[in-house]
């Protein structure tokens, strides 16, 4: 019995304890602020689409509605908006494009 515990504490002690998880990254509000004067302006929660139509213009792309509540998303040249059903529920900056 004493030789099994010598052993699982050894086999504790010589297995590198590691972690792993994974990382998700988002480059959107810490360097574009939502409708300040410094950075990028885009919809804010809860505006219309026609709200948005009227502040932002047109979108470059309009994706249809996916699951239930319909989510659809707008995509302009430097940022996106998420509408659930008729309102914003969420803008975020796009990633730029990969320089070599």
Known sequence: MFLK???VITTLFLTPLTCSADVLLINVINEEPINSEVGLLRPTKGQSMSQVKVNFGEPVKV????????????????????FERNHVIHS???KPPKTR
Do not use: D, L, M, Q
Request: charged residues 20%; aromatic residues 20%; proline residues 8%.
């Open 92 to 94: 975020v900056v796009n």
């Open 5 to 7: 515990k010598i052993a």
């Open 63 to 82: 994706y249809i509605a996916v699951g239930e509540p319909p989510i659809t998303r707008w995509k302009y040249s430097k940022f996106s908006v998420y």
